[in-house]
């Protein structure tokens, strides 16, 4: 019986990495190009100037990842330029930020779509953020990006 539980385990693992392999990383740098392909060859199709931008890992080739970013632009970027950073990008216009992780407790700041956000920490549908001189909390479905 042990040996079956075992088994299941390890299946569901595999097959639980094999679709799951799409994850999220941020931007390293203030300036970072975007290739059309996995290599310095290829022409860049447009500059990212926003540190933190949260993008979207899709594949992998040698040191390149092919990204997807809040606007589905799509195409590669060099591993050096992306790090674990967490941050995000409110994606509902007139976001609130509450002072605790409750509709009920008292917003102070509103956000509009596209800002981005640095993420503190997350805990059930709630996240801790930081933007600018504003700390508070936001729900966790109104963001995308590295939660």
Aim: with cysteine.
């Amino acid at each position: 019986m042990l040996k079956i539980i075992y088994i299941v385990f390890i299946f569901y693992f595999s097959f639980q990495s094999l679709f799951a392999n799409e994850y999220f990383l941020t931007l390293r740098n203030d300036k970072v190009n975007l290739r059309q392909g996995p290599s310095f060859e290829y022409p860049i199709k447009l500059f990212y100037k926003k540190k933190f931008l949260p993008v979207l890992i899709q594949d992998e080739f040698e040191n390149f990842r092919k990204i997807r970013d809040h606007e589905n632009n799509t195409g590669w970027i060099h591993i050096s330029q992306l790090s674990k950073k967490k941050a995000a990008i409110t994606i509902e216009d007139d976001q609130l930020i509450f002072n605790k992780p409750s509709i009920y407790s008292k917003p102070f700041a509103i956000l509009k779509k596209g800002r981005l956000c640095k993420i503190l920490k997350c805990k059930d549908n709630w996240c801790r953020i930081s933007v600018e001189n504003y700390k508070g909390w936001v729900k966790k479905d109104s963001l995308w990006g590295l939660l």
